[in-house]
């Protein structure tokens, strides 16, 4: 039995050492996609190219022209993110400079007559080597744009700062004032995301110290009045389980009630195995919904990229380091929520070869439908030319196909063992046990199950049928 996700489109290729992946983005609907290739040598050395493809009869044909980066090792494409309609992108280049050396740029380009063409000035940071544009996000109709410059000291040595523009008049125009790191070292500005209507934002601050260096902070404002003011309580890394870096990814629901969080150097499943965590706005504070999810093995970099889909039903997460097809070749996998739980949905998608990096970048339509992913060090056109693959998760969005009262668990609570009851119409595939931190704690094929061996507490079993799958909460006295 195999419920999975179906390629859509041929892969899209980069030439030798664009890294062609290093970002990617979708319109909402999922049907028009925009590749960044950061060493992309468009009209200088590593000056970066974007490329923007729409689906049409199930293959990805380019629309417009090429956008080039104009500097060397500009790097223009290891940000992006496009408003909802496909019809404007915003764009990154780390290392591009003005009269200071690499203080980092960000442009802002519209389709219109079949061309792509620059929509107001270009964005520059405010100081050498700042990294601005190091994240970057639009909003739904693309009118306010949000850029991170995670090497900022403007509150102390690489405190990172934020920054919103709002387009008036044919230029950019910053919203209220800018977000500074905490302390030095924050690295505030590591990722940075928008709600649809851009007066919700969230920013990543990865070097913020809880119990260790690195622990990482997230903290999400809202436009009130004329300025940003902190909405909630900032979500910290969790205590004792590695130099998270939390707030490596970050991803908002389109009203910006939502938000998931990756925190790549986890250690619960082994050194940099990984962790993602989707928090909910209740009552003027930030509460965790369902489980956490977990990367595989040690160095599986399990969050470095995630998505979250409009109503926070679904969210991708890359593991670029993951080991599922050779070393580093890189895996993606996908969440849904059920039951206030998220259990995986489809099969991992896993990089074509060794060192792919498959995963490195994510994004998601709306609906959570289509997902795509880079993996810049693909080495099928020629070395680190990279590659990009969209996918089709309705299948696996929906294989449950039975009711809840289908399936049963009993006793429950229980101590020693626990037995399943389905439907006559269902056959017993696989069973899956996971722990409060999703851990995966037992598994079995049968319908009779002895758990004397785990500890007391709240654990979810997810039952695989012949129909589908179904989860219940079992309690473990």
Do not use: H
Not at 52 to 68: A, L
Not at 204 to 223: N, P
Request: charge should be negative.
């Amino acid at each position: 039995m195999n419920f999975c996700q179906i390629q859509i489109g041929q892969d899209i290729e980069g030439t030798s050492s664009d890294r062609l992946g290093s970002s990617v983005a979708l319109s909402a609907n999922g049907n028009i996609l925009a590749v960044g290739a950061e060493f992309g040598d468009g009209t200088a050395f590593n000056s970066g190219i974007i490329r923007v493809y729409e689906n049409i009869n199930n293959s990805w044909i380019q629309i417009g022209n090429d956008i080039n980066g104009s500097q060397n090792n500009g790097a223009m494409g290891f940000s992006m993110d496009m408003s909802a309609d496909g019809t404007i992108f915003v764009v990154g280049a780390l290392g591009e400079d003005t009269t200071l050396t690499n203080p980092g740029r960000v442009s802002v380009y519209k389709y219109e007559n079949n061309t792509w063409s620059l929509l107001g000035g270009v964005l520059s940071g405010a100081t050498a080597s700042e990294q601005f544009g190091r994240s970057v996000a639009i909003s739904a109709d693309g009118n306010i744009i949000a850029v991170g410059a995670m090497q900022s000291d403007a509150n102390g040595d690489i405190s990172g700062q934020a920054r919103i523009y709002e387009f008036q008049n044919n230029t950019w125009v910053q919203l209220g004032g800018p977000i500074n790191g905490i302390a030095q070292f924050n690295r505030l500005g590591a990722s940075i995301d928008l709600s649809a209507d851009g007066t919700i934002f969230a920013v990543g601050a990865v070097g913020y110290i809880s119990d260790t260096f690195g622990s990482g902070q997230v903290r999400i404002y809202e436009y009130i009045g004329s300025d940003w003011n902190l909405m909630g309580n900032p979500i910290e890394g969790q205590p004792g389980v590695g130099v998270e870096q939390s707030g490596s990814s970050l991803s908002l629901s389109s009203d910006g009630k939502s938000i998931a969080i990756g925190a790549p150097g986890n250690n619960v499943n082994g050194n940099i195995s990984g962790r993602v965590s989707v928090f909910e706005y209740q009552n003027d504070s930030w509460q965790q919904v369902g489980n956490d999810m977990l990367g595989i093995q040690q160095d599986d970099n399990f969050g470095f990229s995630l998505a979250l889909n409009g109503d926070a039903s679904v969210v991708a997460v890359g593991a670029y380091k993951s080991d599922g097809n050779g070393v580093n070749s890189g895996q993606a996998r996908f969440f849904k929520k059920e039951n206030n739980a998220w259990i995986q949905i489809g099969n991992e998608v896993n990089g074509v070869a060794s060192e792919d990096k498959f995963g490195y970048s994510i994004a998601i339509s709306n609906d959570g439908l289509t997902v795509v992913a880079g993996a810049p060090d693909n080495n099928e056109n020629a070395i680190s030319s990279g590659q990009v693959r969209a996918f089709d998760l309705t299948e696996a969005l929906s294989v449950e196909k039975f009711k809840k009262s289908d399936i049963k668990i009993f006793p429950n609570p229980t101590s020693n063992e626990f037995s399943i009851q389905l439907d006559s119409s269902l056959e017993l595939y696989k069973v899956d046990i996971y722990n409060s931190i999703g851990q995966q704690v037992l598994t079995s094929k049968e319908k009779i199950i002895d758990i004397s061996k785990l500890a007391s507490g709240m654990y979810l079993v997810e039952i695989e049928t012949t129909k589908g799958k179904g989860s219940k909460k079992l309690i473990i006295e």
